[in-house]
């Protein structure tokens, strides 16, 4: 395993100078007419007219949040599932909201959802093989979308998304929660206020045990899309806050990616306890995946999954500046300059505690100054209200306010695509024995249009 990842970055850092052999991915013509959605505004919508579709885990912890938005009224209710559906309406009526339309029954019904004239905005929160029918058949029915991640899993369906949303001009947005949390969005901020110099390299990671929910996934969705591919399979958790911190698609882009893998034991295991008859010995995806991202500024990313391991939860978040560090798990800290050096050992290269992250106190004062605007605004009811302990309510608060204002909003479709690509690219790159594997320019030469990633107030 190790001599393998070394020859992986190896090749990865060859092709920085010669993309030779790296596998090329198709990017297709933008159909005439057709321009892009970067800061795409749309008519301000004062009361904005949701319409849910998916009432699971994350539907369902999605509707108390967006009763406690003000201006929004919720007007449907969606899932294959009639009880998800009467779940959701109880949950209206315990806040006082009224009763919203029902559709239920079949995984088609979501047409007659989208077709209604009194809706908004579209909230995709399905198993991951519907979050693209029901996004492009919002847009194609005049609403804007919101989609749950990994909102695409294949390449055909990320540009179908890129290209119905720049046909439409409707918002398509991936629902990437962790961009809000608050550490994430304080580090943000201290990076654009230029307090780590500049960032040249990122890590991320979705590391989390899911064997207590796995059977909680309508008809074990997700564990078969986990027999069936290998790779990436959740990257957006992880990539998404380093790319916002990292400009891209706004003034650097991601250029090619290197992806490592163990073999499958965790969840074969897990599959073999529940069902003694199933047979696992076509399980593809390994049980920790290593993905090295190399962009167009000469800056690296590294991306990591692992849903099975017994490692504490883990999204590591780190930045990597040319003055300063912040990492995220597993404790937060913030090293300046160098860190704090301790004066007692300074001297003595041999001591590996010499540098250290600052002083808790020093630490605690750089996180409050530099508290990005956006959670100062609405930090106490977003605590209050919760969701991952409020970044939920966050993103769906901006999300609303956004639309409400005309405003472009803080994660487009190339944030989308960017980040889901990495399901399918890290699967080539894996079966063709970890070769380096091309990540389109999502934009179509757009990419260095807008410079830093700026949130519209």
């Known amino acids: 395993m190790k ?27 933008r159909p005439a007419g057709q321009t892009d959605v970067l800061q795409l505004t749309a008519t301000p919508i004062p009361t904005v007219r949701v319409a849910f579709v998916g009432l699971g885990m994350r539907g369902q912890s999605a509707i108390p949040r967006w009763a406690q ?18 779940k959701a309406q109880q949950t209206l009526a315990k806040y006082g909201k009224p009763k919203a339309l029902e559709f239920y029954g079949d995984t088609a019904v979501y047409h007659q959802v989208t077709a209604l004239p009194n809706v908004d905005l579209i909230y995709v929160a399905t198993d991951w093989a519907h979050h693209v029918p029901v996004g492009l ?47 994430e969005l304080t580090t943000l901020n201290m990076v654009q206020q230029g307090l780590l110099g500049e960032v040249i390299h990122g890590e991320g990671a979705y590391i989390h045990g899911l064997q207590p929910y796995w059977n909680q996934y309508w008809d074990n969705w997700r564990m078969k899309y986990n027999e069936a591919h290998r790779g990436d399979l959740y ?19 991601l250029n090619y990616l290197v992806s490592v893998d163990t073999k499958a034991i965790g969840n074969p295991a897990f599959i073999k306890e529940k069902q003694d008859n199933h047979d696992t010995s076509n ?38 500046g040319t003055k300063g560090f912040v990492n995220k798990y597993p404790v937060e800290g913030i090293a300046l300059d160098g860190g704090d050096i301790d004066p007692a ?34 930090e106490e009811k977003a605590k209050k209200v919760g969701g991952h302990g409020g970044m939920d309510f966050i993103m769906d608060y901006r999300l609303v306010y956004c639309l409400q204002k005309g405003l472009p909003l803080d994660m487009d479709v190339y944030d989308l695509a960017e980040w889901c690509s990495l399901i399918p690219l890290t699967e080539i790159s894996l079966d063709n024995g970890s070769a380096p594997v091309e990540i389109p320019d999502f934009t179509r030469g757009g990419w260095n249009k807008l410079q830093g990633v700026k949130f519209a107030q």
């Open 69 to 86: 938005i003000d201006g929004v009224e919720i007007v449907a209710l969606c899932d294959v599932v009639q009880e998800n559906v009467e």
């Open 3 to 29: 001599n393998k990842l070394i020859l992986a970055i190896c090749c990865a850092l060859f092709s920085m100078t010669s993309f030779a052999d790296v596998i090329k991915t198709k990017t297709p013509v």
């Open 137 to 183: 058949q919002a847009m194609k029915d005049g609403k804007h979308v919101a989609i749950e991640v990994p909102s695409a899993l294949t390449m055909d369906d990320i540009w179908a998304l890129i290209n119905t949303s720049e046909q439409t001009r409707k918002h398509c947005m991936p629902l990437e929660n962790c961009v809000y949390d608050f550490f």
């Open 235 to 253: 990257p957006t958790h992880g990539l998404g806050p380093v790319c916002m911190a990292m400009n891209i698609h706004r003034g650097d882009k």
């Open 345 to 378: 050992v300074a001297g003595n290269h041999e001591n590996l505690t010499a540098h250290r992250f600052l002083p808790a106190d020093v630490q605690k004062s750089l996180l409050e100054k530099y508290k990005h605007p956006i959670a100062k605004d609405i």
């Open 283 to 320: 399980f593809r995806n390994g049980d920790h995946t290593s993905t090295l991202i190399g962009t167009e500024k000469g800056k690296s990313i590294l991306i990591e999954h692992d849903v099975t391991s017994p490692r504490p939860y883990n999204r590591m978040y780190q930045l990597t």
